[in-house]
Antibody
Framework: QLQVQESGPGLVKPSETLSLTCTVSGGSISSSRYYWGWIRQPPGKGLEWIGTIYYSGSTYYNPSLKSRVTISVDTSKNQFSLKLSSVTAADTAVYYC???????????????????WGQGTLVTVSS | DIQMTQSPSTLSASVGDRVTITCRASQSISSWLAWYQQKPGKAPKLLIYKASSLESGVPSRFSGSGSGTQFTLTISSLQPDDFATYYCQQFYSYSTFGQGTKVEIK
């Protein structure tokens, strides 16, 4: 059964870059059927999609975060990664990685729902 | 951007109750909607995809309906394990989540 797991520092200083890695086990990140995504959840608040990557390296970002986000994939390690630059306290959140189902909408392959999710990792932005 | 609005924000119910949560999209998203359940300290769990398809292993008391801009998640008979927060997600254009509906014990 496929599993995803986040890893990375739990504390990041303001203005620095947050870096997280998601390791995929029990399946290949290079499957053409799936995308891979990052979602975050500030403490006590709702879910926010950050961005998605395909194994080929194609990326799709939330317009509100696009200027600060980079998502990359390493197929040799079955991992994908998130970098969020110039962080502030507002970026403090639980960060989740997840597999995203690929679907066909009007003949075009697009991103669907998230399943499964990692357990999440809390990243706090503080000096 | 497509906005997703859930109602109510909080719902108080008893075991055995029929519960309905509504999700409204700011524009038509066809049937490109999913529902998730989240318990405190845990990751969201997929319940429903493409508006009405039940994820494998999810109890049949959960059902989803709707298309266009109005969607509902129904729990036919609320069980103790169902007290949680529920989120809708559109994937017609990028991805947006609703703000969540907390189902609490009455």
């Amino acid at each position: 059964q496929l599993q995803v797991q986040e890893s990375g520092p739990g504390l990041v200083k303001p203005s620095e870059t947050l870096s997280l890695t998601c390791t995929v086990s029990g399946g290949s990140i290079s499957s053409s059927r799936y995308y891979w995504g990052w979602i975050r959840q500030p403490p006590g608040k709702g879910l926010e999609w950050i961005g998605t990557i395909y194994y080929s390296g194609s990326t799709y970002y939330n317009p509100s975060l696009k200027s600060r986000v980079t998502i990359s994939v390493d197929t040799s390690k079955n991992q994908f990664s998130l970098k969020l630059s110039s962080v502030t306290a507002a970026d403090t959140a639980v960060y989740y990685c997840a597999r995203r189902m690929g679907i066909t909408i009007f003949g075009v392959v697009a991103e669907g729902w998230f399943d499964p999710w990692g357990q999440g990792t809390l990243v706090t932005v503080s000096s | 951007d497509i906005q997703m609005t859930q109602s109510p924000s909080t719902l108080s119910a008893s075991v055995g109750d029929r519960v309905t949560i509504t999700c409204r999209a700011s524009q038509s998203i066809s049937s490109w909607l999913a529902w998730y359940q989240q318990k405190p300290g845990k990751a969201p769990k997929l319940l429903i995809y493409k508006a009405s398809s039940l994820e494998s292993g999810v109890p049949s008391r959960f059902s989803g309906s709707g298309s266009g801009t109005q969607f509902t998640l129904t729990i036919s008979s609320l069980q103790p394990d169902d007290f949680a927060t529920y989120y809708c997600q559109q994937f017609y254009s990028y991805s947006t989540f609703g703000q969540g509906t907390k189902v609490e014990i009455k």
